[in-house]
Each structure stands twice: as structure tokens, then as C-alpha cells.
């Protein structure tokens, strides 16, 4: 979106800082193998001082393992690291730190029940004695806060604060014990759009005081967006590295995957039929009593998929629950094909199943998946009790791991090995397990909650393709994501969420992106309008 | 980041246990060396006297058939992810069914009384464990704190019935009337000559069956996948559609239904009376068999038969060895369950560390993660 703007500065930040340390960090001919796996092939990567430099690849390309022989949790089998022009052997993160390397990962490093000021001294305390570090780490952060417009107030308890503001926390960490070159794990997997935003924001700050970025991510969107470079891996091997302004996600797409990539859903006409979900009056608490879900009423028509926007946390989630029978409702009533669903007890998801409707849940390995099960297992979890896994009290395991196979041979779930143990398939395949599971059944309904989190690019047009064929085989189907894009490119109307309420309904063709989000914030349609 | 590949399963279920029961059996053998004793000879001195002959052996059998009724009942409920530590109090509680059905059909034979003492120590049994199962389902109480409890007032009550209620008119000491001979289990001595003098009956036969039922029950029926699945991940149960406060309250009931078989063979098979604390920790030991059995009835099996071994071994010592008294046994044994089940993971990173370096293709990778240290 703001990318010309930053390009514009790109040249003057290079030229800036000429000469032969032009490269914050060099790395040629990196070789690590894992067993069997090759996970990095021969990899040459240059990062130029004072850039944001994206990698991108699908889960299991090499990227992390990559950054983690620079952040020396790793030593390379063989090959050279360059850090400031200058050849290093990073033993340990330590040694790293001390070249200026910092690291912020995917999931937060943080004492939750410390404050900000302690999480960032913790492990850098000058002293025995911590009143002294604090005050200095103190004044510190206030400088750090301010060069670099990260705001975070340092008495707050990690668990008081926002995962952005965690996020924070985690970069001023970094910056706190001197870091130059940050390396940045899918730093907005668990952001909303607004923090993302915000994360972005201060990404471009660091930019222009000269620190260097690498920005791990599989969403394009955001390498478009904010990087000056972008490199490309597939399978172990650095495919390309090329200059954001002069490529586009199409290209992006195509060589991360090797193949074309739809990243448009393409899909017909939508011919709504009769209501095949109705949801009226439904209110919900979650586990604190908190009232998330208020007096939402609508209604899903066969044939059509409604989306559910939102920024997390208002609500969407707990309306799922309470739809498939994993949370009690307060009021309200759940009617699926005419038939009204009695959802009080710890059992009501048999019988939400049992009227007819699937759930593909938000957090597959919380919810959807025992994962430490065997494939086959999972196949059939939530449908153990139906007559042709056996009758009665015992469990037909051969019915049981034929109709696995035949499941996972359709969906092309990889490896086709029924008795793996789930927790070793790729993020992909796990949701292509929980899909064909739930699909398979031809139910009427379908919930979907984040259907391609985590999910690889190709694995995503398969999942998107899938849940339009359901559509389009007359099936009613409920979508919830926090990815825009997908909401968008998939539903055929959406509904908007905020603060418990449906505060809005649109039209995924006509509306723009901008009107989309003031209805997130909580400004109605009306409103919006004007 | 230092995580360590887990160990091919051949070694996770046989290795490990064995370098755990040999370590166990060198610090007991330092032991035995410190107060000036031949550990080799005392070692030598427990393999006998629980192999050693027909009687030495039954005796180990009449021991293992306890701890395999205790050791299903753990692990039945781990695989749940419930830990039932009151196999003590449930087992101790059913004597009561034992003996009260026992007493009632004095005058008829052991056929009859047989099968209806067995499904009145379940029932006890299984009452006593269902009600922590209740207050862990629908309370939130948990099952640890309940059941431990529960031993507690098994303990007392069973003080209680015996003193003032089931008292022999005749007798002075706090034990019921004999039951009358025909009621009793016979004893496996009755039909194999080689089992001579020693208590070991019936119920081993039950035992023995119980092992193959409880491996059906836990991988091949659907109450065993709604209970695996809850073990795993309760949130998944709850999306399968299993009712986990039901599951959670039958799965106790099945625990305390086995563990208060341990009744059954004790009071109907050896006792031939109810006395106080005829369990004998049977309910503690369970936990270790299960633990080193790896919740698996084969592993329970063999382990319910090494920890048969070692009591009725441990108890032969203290005759051949002078020197080494009765409590010397006891430190043996508890030595075997600390290293077998309270520490048996104690080997496990350093076993996991020795495969890789041993496989060539991991050594590299070892050797990184070691000189890559403890950072993460």
C-alpha cells in the first residue's frame, strides 16, 4: 500500500552507507543437512545494510533453519558467514548478539507475570543487584522508545498487555542489547491488520535509522507492502532474489511453489437456495462469563458462503463455539436444516454433528486434531460412532483405516501413510486431514474457522477450491478468517463483526477494502455510506 | 531448540526400563556393600527365592496378580490423563463387597460365591473411585487431591467396620469370621501339585484375562479411543462429541473397579477373611508397575511379575542372608520403584544423545546441538 513512498527512499538510505560494508550479512554456500534432509542447499544470500530484506517459501522451505544458522542455533555442515564484510564462525545466539544480530520469534520469549522492564534486562542485569539495571535499562528504553517511536510503558505485566505491545517488547529486547540486524520469525501471524500496521510502521522507523530487517513471512501481501528485497526459497535452495519494486505476488507465488498459482479463488455465480443455517438471538459468555456474542441473528442459504470479518477477538470465535456445540449458549437458538439444535452438556457437538454440520475448527492441533493420534485415528474423529467403523462397543479399525486412506488418497494428503503420527504432517496436511474428514461426510453445513492458517500457498488454492465445490454441490457454508484477502476473494456475502454484533453486511464485489475496515472499527454500514 | 529426537520405540519400551531396573540393582548393591555384605549373593539369594522353586514362585504369582490388578487400574485411567492414585483405598474398601457376600452365601459353594464376590469388589471398588471422578467431572476437584484423600478415609473406615460392625463374636483381634471352607477361591495348589502351600489362586486366571481385556478395551473399542482421545486433548473429545465428564466418571469407576479385584484375591482366595490393611500398598505399587509397564498391559504384565518377584524374593533375603534384615528389603524395593517409576526418565536425554551419535547421519547434527549449547 505505502511501498512507492519507502522505495523512493530506498536508494538514499543504500547510499548512505558506502563502501565495502555495504552488506550487513553475507552468507555463501550454506549447507546443513538434518539426517536425511537437506535442509539448506548451497544457499547464497546478501542482505544490504539498512534494508528490509523479505524471504519467503513455503513452511519447510529452509527459511527458519537458515536463520537459524545466522542467529547460531545452528552451525552450518559447511559454507561462510559474512556479517559487516567480516567472516564469522557464530557458535552460539550469544556470539550473535554480540555481532549485533537479534532474533524476534514467532512465539514470545516473555515472563508473563514480569514487567516490560524486567523481561528486557532479563539475562542483561548489570549486577547482583537489579535496582541499579533497572534504572539504567530505565532510561535506556525511554531513549530507545523514543528514536524509534515504540511505545510500550515499562511497568506494565507482560500478561496486562496486547500481543502487538508483547511484540514490542520483544524488538526493544533486541534493540536493547544492541542489535543491528533483526531477524523477524512471522512476526504478524498473530496480529491483527491494526498491529500489523502498526509493526510495519515501526519496521520502516528502524529502517530509516539505518538498522537492517529480514522479514520471514509466507504472506506476500507483505512483502509487497514493506521489504526493499525479497528472496525465495523452495525445497532447501535460494530460487531468486529480487527487488520488491520490479516483481509482483504473482511471480512471488509462481517461483515459491514451482508452479502457476491461482491466488484468486475462481468461482461462479452464487444461487442461494433455502436457509439451511439459521442462527437467531444467539448470545454467548465465554470461560470468564463475558458476555462475546450478543443477540446475533442471520441466517446461511444453501449454496452460498458467508464470511464472518473481523479483527479477533470480537466475538467471531465464540460464535463458532457455540454454532458446533463446544460452548453452552445463553440464549438464543441454533437451527440447521429446520431442525432446532439442543446444545447444552459437554456433548453437544455429537449432536451438531449428528444434524448434519461440520466444523473445521480455528485452532486445528487445540481442537480439530489429537496429535499425537495416528492419521487413521483422526480420520474418523468425530464420527467414531457411526455404523461403518462398526456397530456396537467395538471399533472396526480396518473400516476405520480404509476409510482414512480413501480420505487422505482424496485429498492428497502427503505422505499418503495412514499410521504417521499426525504431529509429524505439515501444517498443510494437517488441515487437509481435519477437510477431508469433515467434507467427507457431505454434510449440509460446513463451519469453517482460519481454513488456510499456517497453510502453504499451494495447499491453499486446494483448500479454497474445495470449499467452493461444496458450495457449489448446493451445501450452506460458514467462514470465519482473519485474512481479509481470503474473506473476500471466497465468500459470496460478508458479514461483519465487531464487538459481539454483526454491525454490517457486504457485498465482496463492490466493497472496498477501506469501507470494509471502518466496519471492522465498529462504524455501520450506514455510516459508513456517508 | 536442544530438542533431542525421540528414541525408536524398542528402545523407549525395552532399554529403558532394563537400564533403569540395573541401575536400581547397582545402588541397592552399594548398599548391601556398605553394610559389609556380598551384593552378588544377596542378588543370587532373590532370584532364588522368587524362582527358585514351586513354592517360591507361586508366592511371586500371588504377588504379581495384585499388582497387575493395581497396575491396570493406573493406567487405565492415565490413558484417560487421569492420575488414580487411591488404588490403595479402593481396593482396601471392597473387601467389604468381598466379605459381605462371602458371610451371606456361608453355607453355599465357592461356584456360586466366586463370580458374585468378584462383581461385588468392582462394585465397591468402583463406587469408591466414581465418586472423586464426580468431584473431578462436574466440580473440578482434582482426582489427585480426591483419591488420596479418599485412601485416607478408606483407611479409617475400614478401622471403623472392622472394630464395631463385621468383629468375629468370638474373636478378639479387629478381623471378620472365617469364611466358611467351601466358599473359598481354591487355590491353585488344589489342581497343580508344584504350586504346593502357597497362596496363589484363581484370580490369577482373572488377572491374566483383565490384561488382554483392558488392551481391547483401550485400542479396540470406541469408549477406548473417546477415553485415549481425552487423555490426549480434552478439547478435541470435546469437538469428537464425547461427553468428557461422563468418560471421566466411568473411567474412574473402571479404575477402582480393578483395583478393588485386589480384594477379591486377597480376602475370598488367601485371607479367607477381612483384616486390616490386607491391601499392603498393593495400590502404591500399581503406580510404579504402571509407570514401568508404560501403561501397557504387556508392560504390566511383566512388570506386575518383577515386582511379584522382588517382594517374595525380598522377603526369602532376610532368611538366606543373615545380616540383612527385613528393612534392608524394603530399601531394595523402594530403590526399584524410585528408579523404575518415580525417575524413570532419568536416562532417557542421555539414552536419546547416545542413538544419535550412534546413527552416523545424526552424529553431526548431535555434535551441533551440543557445541550450540543451552541457548533457547
Same mark, same amino acid.
Given at each position: 500500500?505505502?511501498?512507492?513512498?519507502?522505495?523512493?527512499?530506498?536508494?538514499?538510505?543504500?547510499?548512505?552507507?558506502?563502501?565495502?560494508?555495504?552488506?550487513?550479512?553475507?552468507?555463501?554456500?550454506?549447507?546443513?543437512?538434518?539426517?536425511?534432509?537437506?535442509?539448506?542447499?548451497?544457499?547464497?544470500?546478501?542482505?544490504?545494510?539498512?534494508?528490509?530484506?523479505?524471504?519467503?517459501?513455503?513452511?519447510?522451505?529452509?527459511?527458519?533453519?537458515?536463520?537459524?544458522?545466522?542467529?547460531?542455533?545452528?552451525?552450518?555442515?559447511?559454507?561462510?558467514?559474512? =556479517?559487516?564484510?567480516?567472516?564469522?564462525?557464530?557458535?552460539?545466539?550469544?556470539?550473535?548478539?554480540?555481532?549485533?544480530?537479534?532474533?524476534?520469534?514467532?512465539?514470545?520469549?516473555?515472563?508473563?507475570?514480569?514487567?516490560?522492564?524486567?523481561?528486557?534486562?532479563?539475562?542483561?542485569?548489570?549486577?547482583?543487584?537489579?535496582?541499579?539495571?533497572?534504572?539504567?535499562?530505565?532510561?535506556?528504553?525511554?531513549?530507545?522508545?523514543?528514536?524509534?517511536?515504540?511505545?510500550?510503558?515499562?511497568?506494565?505485566?507482560?500478561?496486562?498487555?496486547? =500481543?502487538?505491545?508483547?511484540?514490542?517488547?520483544?524488538?526493544?529486547?533486541?534493540?536493547?542489547?544492541?542489535?543491528?540486524?533483526?531477524?523477524?520469525?512471522?512476526?504478524?501471524?498473530?496480529?491483527?491488520?491494526?498491529?500489523?500496521?502498526?509493526?510495519?510502521?515501526?519496521?520502516?522507523?528502524?529502517?530509516?535509522?539505518?538498522?537492517?530487517?529480514?522479514?520471514?513471512?509466507?504472506?506476500?501481501?507483505?512483502?509487497?507492502?514493506?521489504?526493499?528485497?525479497?528472496?525465495?526459497?523452495?525445497?532447501?535452495?535460494?530460487?531468486?532474489?529480487?527487488?520488491?519494486?520490479?516483481?509482483?505476488?504473482?511471480?512471488?507465488?509462481?517461483?515459491?511453489?514451482?508452479?502457476?498459482?491461482? @491466488?484468486?479463488?475462481?468461482?461462479?455465480?452464487?444461487?442461494?437456495?433455502?436457509?439451511?443455517?439459521?442462527?437467531?438471538?444467539?448470545?454467548?459468555?465465554?470461560?470468564?462469563?463475558?458476555?462475546?456474542?450478543?443477540?446475533?441473528?442471520?441466517?446461511?442459504?444453501?449454496?452460498?458462503?458467508?464470511?464472518?470479518?473481523?479483527?479477533?477477538?470480537?466475538?467471531?470465535?465464540?460464535?463458532?463455539?457455540?454454532?458446533?456445540?463446544?460452548?453452552?449458549?445463553?440464549?438464543?437458538?441454533?437451527?440447521?436444516?429446520?431442525?432446532?439444535?439442543?446444545?447444552?452438556?459437554?456433548?453437544?457437538?455429537?449432536?451438531?454433528?449428528?444434524?448434519?454440520?461440520?466444523?473445521?475448527?480455528?485452532?486445528?492441533?487445540?481442537?480439530?486434531?489429537?496429535?499425537?493420534?495416528?492419521?487413521?485415528?483422526?480420520?474418523?474423529?468425530?464420527?467414531?460412532? #457411526?455404523?461403518?467403523?462398526?456397530?456396537?462397543?467395538?471399533?472396526?479399525?480396518?473400516?476405520?483405516?480404509?476409510?482414512?486412506?480413501?480420505?487422505?488418497?482424496?485429498?492428497?494428503?502427503?505422505?499418503?501413510?495412514? #499410521?504417521?503420527?499426525?504431529?509429524?504432517?505439515?501444517?498443510?496436511?494437517?488441515?487437509?486431514? =481435519?477437510?477431508?474428514?469433515?467434507?467427507?461426510?457431505?454434510?449440509?453445513?460446513?463451519?469453517?474457522?482460519?481454513?488456510?492458517?499456517?497453510?502453504?500457498?499451494?495447499?491453499?488454492?486446494?483448500?479454497?477450491?474445495?470449499?467452493?465445490?461444496?458450495?457449489?454441490?448446493?451445501?450452506?457454508?460458514?467462514?470465519?478468517?482473519?485474512?481479509?484477502?481470503?474473506?473476500? #476473494?471466497?465468500?459470496?456475502?460478508?458479514? =461483519?463483526?465487531?464487538?459481539?454484533?454483526?454491525?454490517?453486511?457486504?457485498?465482496?464485489?463492490?466493497?472496498?477494502?477501506?469501507?470494509?475496515? @471502518?466496519?471492522?472499527?465498529?462504524?455501520?454500514?450506514?455510516?459508513?455510506?456517508? | 531448540?536442544?530438542?533431542?529426537?525421540?528414541?525408536?520405540?524398542?528402545?523407549?519400551?525395552?532399554?529403558?526400563?532394563?537400564?533403569?531396573?540395573?541401575?536400581?540393582?547397582?545402588?541397592?548393591?552399594?548398599?548391601?556393600?556398605?553394610?559389609?555384605?556380598?551384593?552378588?549373593?544377596?542378588?543370587?539369594?532373590?532370584?532364588?527365592?522368587?524362582?527358585?522353586?514351586?513354592?517360591?514362585?507361586?508366592?511371586?504369582?500371588?504377588?504379581?496378580?495384585?499388582?497387575?490388578?493395581?497396575? $491396570?487400574?493406573?493406567?487405565?485411567?492415565?490413558?484417560?490423563?487421569?492420575?488414580?492414585?487411591?488404588?490403595?483405598?479402593?481396593?482396601?474398601?471392597?473387601?467389604?463387597?468381598?466379605?459381605?457376600?462371602?458371610?451371606? $452365601?456361608?453355607?453355599?459353594?465357592?461356584?456360586?460365591?466366586?463370580?458374585?464376590?468378584?462383581?461385588?469388589?468392582?462394585?465397591?471398588?468402583?463406587?469408591?473411585?466414581?465418586?472423586?471422578?464426580?468431584?473431578?467431572?462436574?466440580?473440578?476437584?482434582?482426582?489427585?487431591?480426591?483419591?488420596?484423600?479418599?485412601?485416607?478415609?478408606?483407611?479409617?473406615?475400614?478401622?471403623?467396620?472392622?472394630?464395631?460392625?463385621?468383629?468375629?463374636?468370638?474373636?478378639?483381634?479387629?478381623?471378620?469370621?472365617?469364611?466358611?471352607?467351601?466358599?473359598?477361591?481354591?487355590?491353585?495348589?488344589?489342581?497343580?501339585?508344584?504350586?504346593?502351600?502357597?497362596?496363589?489362586?484363581?484370580?490369577?486366571?482373572?488377572?491374566?484375562?483383565?490384561?488382554?481385556?483392558?488392551?481391547?478395551?483401550?485400542?479396540?473399542?470406541?469408549?477406548?479411543? +473417546?477415553?485415549?482421545?481425552?487423555?490426549?486433548?480434552?478439547?478435541?473429545?470435546?469437538?469428537?462429541?464425547?461427553?468428557?465428564?461422563?468418560?471421566?466418571?466411568?473411567?474412574?469407576?473402571?479404575?477402582? +473397579?480393578?483395583?478393588?479385584?485386589?480384594?477379591?484375591?486377597?480376602? $475370598?482366595?488367601?485371607?479367607?477373611?477381612?483384616?486390616?490393611?490386607?491391601? %499392603?500398598?498393593?495400590?502404591?505399587?500399581?503406580?510404579?508397575?504402571?509407570?514401568?509397564?508404560?501403561?501397557?498391559?504387556?508392560?504390566?504384565?511383566?512388570?506386575?511379575?518383577?515386582?511379584?518377584?522382588?517382594?517374595?524374593?525380598?522377603?526369602?533375603?532376610?532368611?538366606?542372608?543373615?545380616?540383612?534384615?527385613?528393612?534392608?528389603?524394603?530399601?531394595?524395593?523402594?530403590?526399584?520403584?524410585?528408579?523404575?517409576?518415580?525417575?524413570?526418565? $532419568?536416562?532417557?536425554?542421555?539414552?536419546?544423545? %547416545?542413538?544419535?551419535?550412534?546413527?552416523?547421519?545424526?552424529?553431526?547434527?548431535?555434535?551441533?546441538?551440543?557445541?550450540?549449547?543451552?541457548?533457547?
Amino acid at each position: 500500500m505505502t511501498s512507492e513512498g519507502t522505495n523512493a527512499q530506498r536508494p538514499e538510505t543504500a547510499a548512505a552507507k558506502p563502501g565495502a560494508s555495504d552488506w550487513a550479512i553475507e552468507l555463501e554456500k550454506i549447507n546443513k543437512r538434518f539426517g536425511p534432509v537437506h535442509a539448506n542447499k548451497d544457499i547464497d544470500l546478501s542482505v544490504r545494510r539498512g534494508t528490509i530484506h523479505g524471504i519467503v517459501g513455503e513452511n519447510g522451505a529452509g527459511k527458519s533453519t537458515l536463520m537459524s544458522i545466522l542467529y547460531g542455533f545452528y552451525n552450518a555442515d559447511s559454507g561462510t558467514i559474512k =556479517v559487516n564484510g567480516a567472516i564469522q564462525n557464530i557458535t552460539d545466539s550469544r556470539h550473535a548478539l554480540a555481532l549485533g544480530i537479534g532474533m524476534v520469534h514467532q512465539h514470545f520469549m516473555l515472563v508473563d507475570n514480569f514487567t516490560v522492564l524486567e523481561n528486557i534486562i532479563l539475562g542483561a542485569e548489570d549486577s547482583r543487584i537489579l535496582g541499579t539495571s533497572l534504572s539504567r535499562a530505565r532510561s535506556e528504553l525511554g531513549r530507545l522508545e523514543k528514536e524509534y517511536d515504540l511505545k510500550v510503558n515499562p511497568d506494565a505485566l507482560i500478561e496486562d498487555i496486547s =500481543v502487538g505491545q508483547q511484540q514490542r517488547v520483544e524488538i526493544l529486547k533486541a534493540l536493547y542489547r544492541g542489535a543491528d540486524i533483526l531477524i523477524l520469525d512471522e512476526p504478524t501471524g498473530v496480529l491483527t491488520p491494526k498491529e500489523a500496521d502498526d509493526l510495519f510502521r515501526v519496521l520502516r522507523t528502524l529502517r530509516e535509522q539505518g538498522k537492517t530487517v529480514i522479514l520471514i513471512t509466507h504472506k506476500l501481501r507483505e512483502i509487497m507492502a514493506i521489504t526493499d528485497a525479497v528472496s525465495v526459497m523452495r525445497q532447501g535452495e535460494m530460487v531468486k532474489t529480487l527487488e520488491t519494486a520490479k516483481t509482483n505476488p504473482e511471480e512471488l507465488a509462481e517461483l515459491m511453489v514451482g508452479r502457476r498459482v491461482l @491466488l484468486r479463488v475462481e468461482k461462479g455465480e452464487s444461487h442461494p437456495g433455502k436457509p439451511l443455517l439459521k442462527i437467531t438471538n444467539l448470545t454467548v459468555a465465554d470461560d470468564m462469563g463475558v458476555v462475546r456474542v450478543k443477540d446475533v441473528s442471520f441466517a446461511v442459504r444453501a449454496g452460498e458462503i458467508v464470511g464472518i470479518a473481523g479483527v479477533s477477538g470480537n466475538g467471531q470465535t465464540e460464535l463458532l463455539e457455540a454454532i458446533t456445540g463446544m460452548r453452552d449458549q445463553r440464549a438464543g437458538d441454533v437451527i440447521v436444516n429446520g431442525h432446532k439444535l439442543f446444545l447444552k452438556g459437554d456433548d453437544g457437538a455429537s449432536r451438531a454433528r449428528a444434524a448434519g454440520l461440520a466444523h473445521v475448527p480455528e485452532d486445528r492441533q487445540r481442537m480439530g486434531l489429537v496429535t499425537n493420534f495416528q492419521a487413521w485415528e483422526n480420520a474418523i474423529l468425530g464420527y467414531q460412532n #457411526s455404523a461403518e467403523y462398526g456397530g456396537g462397543l467395538m471399533l472396526d479399525g480396518t473400516a476405520a483405516r480404509a476409510a482414512a486412506t480413501a480420505q487422505m488418497q482424496r485429498f492428497d494428503v502427503r505422505p499418503l501413510n495412514i #499410521s504417521l503420527k499426525t504431529s509429524l504432517f505439515s501444517g498443510g496436511n494437517q488441515q487437509k486431514i =481435519v477437510l477431508a474428514r469433515e467434507i467427507g461426510r457431505d454434510p449440509d453445513v460446513l463451519i469453517v474457522g482460519q481454513p488456510t492458517r499456517g497453510v502453504d500457498i499451494g495447499a491453499i488454492e486446494f483448500i479454497h477450491n474445495q470449499i467452493v465445490k461444496m458450495r457449489d454441490a448446493g451445501k450452506a457454508i460458514l467462514l470465519v478468517s482473519v485474512e481479509l484477502d481470503e474473506i473476500r #476473494s471466497l465468500a459470496d456475502r460478508i458479514l =461483519v463483526m465487531f464487538d459481539g454484533q454483526i454491525v454490517g453486511e457486504a457485498d465482496p464485489a463492490t466493497a472496498t477494502e477501506g469501507e470494509l475496515g @471502518l466496519m471492522m472499527a465498529g462504524i455501520s454500514n450506514r455510516e459508513a455510506a456517508q | 531448540m536442544s530438542v533431542l529426537k525421540p528414541l525408536p520405540r524398542w528402545a523407549d519400551v525395552v532399554l529403558l526400563p532394563l537400564l533403569n531396573l540395573t541401575l536400581a540393582f547397582v545402588v541397592s548393591g552399594l548398599v548391601v556393600l556398605a553394610i559389609g555384605q556380598n551384593p552378588l549373593h544377596a542378588m543370587w539369594a532373590i532370584a532364588t527365592g522368587a524362582f527358585g522353586s514351586g513354592y517360591n514362585f507361586g508366592y511371586t504369582l500371588y504377588y504379581a496378580t495384585n499388582f497387575i490388578f493395581t497396575g $491396570l487400574a493406573v493406567a487405565l485411567a492415565a490413558h484417560a490423563g487421569l492420575f488414580n492414585i487411591g488404588g490403595n483405598g479402593q481396593a482396601y474398601v471392597a473387601g467389604l463387597g468381598v466379605i459381605a457376600v462371602a458371610l451371606l $452365601l456361608d453355607g453355599t459353594h465357592w461356584i456360586i460365591v466366586m463370580p458374585l464376590a468378584m462383581l461385588a469388589a468392582m462394585l465397591v471398588g468402583g463406587i469408591w473411585a466414581f465418586i472423586p471422578g464426580y468431584l473431578q467431572a462436574k466440580r473440578g476437584s482434582h482426582v489427585v487431591i480426591t483419591t488420596i484423600m479418599f485412601n485416607f478415609i478408606a483407611a479409617a473406615l475400614m478401622v471403623y467396620m472392622l472394630n464395631y460392625v463385621l468383629k468375629a463374636p468370638t474373636g478378639m483381634a479387629p478381623e471378620s469370621r472365617m469364611i466358611a471352607p467351601d466358599a473359598r477361591m481354591p487355590r491353585l495348589a488344589e489342581f497343580i501339585d508344584f504350586f504346593r502351600h502357597t497362596p496363589v489362586n484363581l484370580s490369577l486366571f482373572l488377572a491374566i484375562a483383565l490384561l488382554v481385556g483392558v488392551y481391547y478395551l483401550i485400542w479396540h473399542t470406541k469408549f477406548g479411543f +473417546a477415553l485415549r482421545t481425552l487423555g490426549q486433548n480434552p478439547t478435541a473429545s470435546r469437538y469428537a462429541g464425547f461427553s468428557n465428564s461422563k468418560i471421566i466418571m466411568i473411567v474412574m469407576t473402571m479404575s477402582g +473397579a480393578l483395583a478393588g479385584l485386589v480384594a477379591f484375591n486377597e480376602v $475370598l482366595g488367601v485371607q479367607n477373611r477381612l483384616v486390616l490393611d490386607f491391601v %499392603a500398598d498393593a495400590g502404591f505399587v500399581g503406580i510404579a508397575v504402571a509407570l514401568m509397564g508404560r501403561n501397557h498391559p504387556f508392560g504390566i504384565g511383566l512388570a506386575a511379575l518383577l515386582f511379584g518377584a522382588l517382594y517374595q524374593g525380598g522377603n526369602e533375603l532376610q532368611y538366606v542372608v543373615p545380616g540383612l534384615t527385613r528393612e534392608m528389603v524394603v530399601i531394595i524395593q523402594a530403590l526399584v520403584i524410585l528408579f523404575t517409576g518415580a525417575m524413570e526418565g $532419568l536416562f532417557r536425554p542421555g539414552l536419546q544423545f %547416545a542413538f544419535m551419535l550412534f546413527t552416523p547421519e545424526h552424529k553431526a547434527e548431535a555434535m551441533a546441538r551440543e557445541s550450540a549449547g543451552s541457548e533457547s
